[in-house]
């Protein structure tokens, strides 16, 4: 098997030996860089299947490191997870909003690492293949999103465009957390919801229509939601 090529960026080498080591036990090839300058060069050079990028880094920070990679046509499709410390809420906000895949919140477990890894990369191979069953069924919960019709155990739910907008978009990658921008952006519907507080709304409303199934949109503290898996 092809050994998948991850490019870890961390600028305190303690971290980074570690990180790489555990990595390396699992079977991914790993490549290091000390500064976002240096990521962006092996990036684009290399075009590793799946970048770690720490936030906290001299000089160019993560951000502008993820901005610049999701902005360039060459680098744009690699998975980026970002690492971030402990009470970063608003950076893992601005991360995902200019397209990171994922965050991971220091300090991680070798486990919580590779798990999260893996997760990130399986998905990247599903994404080449999008969406092709237009009827997404979770147990009970069936959603047809051409008909645009919803039930919950065979019996049938009536939701506003923006909140059918809202559960189709988490319901298709479930695990996933998405911003309140990422959810606004995604439903461009007559009524869609302007402002973050709008978003929380629909989602109150949305999770008492669906009754049962209600507590699977779940809140992420200071980040967003996600369709719990
Ligand atoms: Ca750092």
Redesign the pocket.
Known sequence: MVKERILLI???EDIMTLMKYNLEREGFRVETALSGEMALRIARENLPDLILL?I??PGMDGLDVCRVLKNDKITMRIPVIMVTARGEDSDIVSGLDIGADDYIVKPFSTKVLTARVKAVLRRDRYDDVPFKDPVIRIEGLEIDTIRHRISVNGEKIDLTATEFGILVHLARRPGWVFTRTQIINSIKGDDYPVTDRSVDVQVVSLRRKLGGFGDRIETVRGVGYRFKE
């Open positions: 961390e600028d305190e720490d906290m880094l």
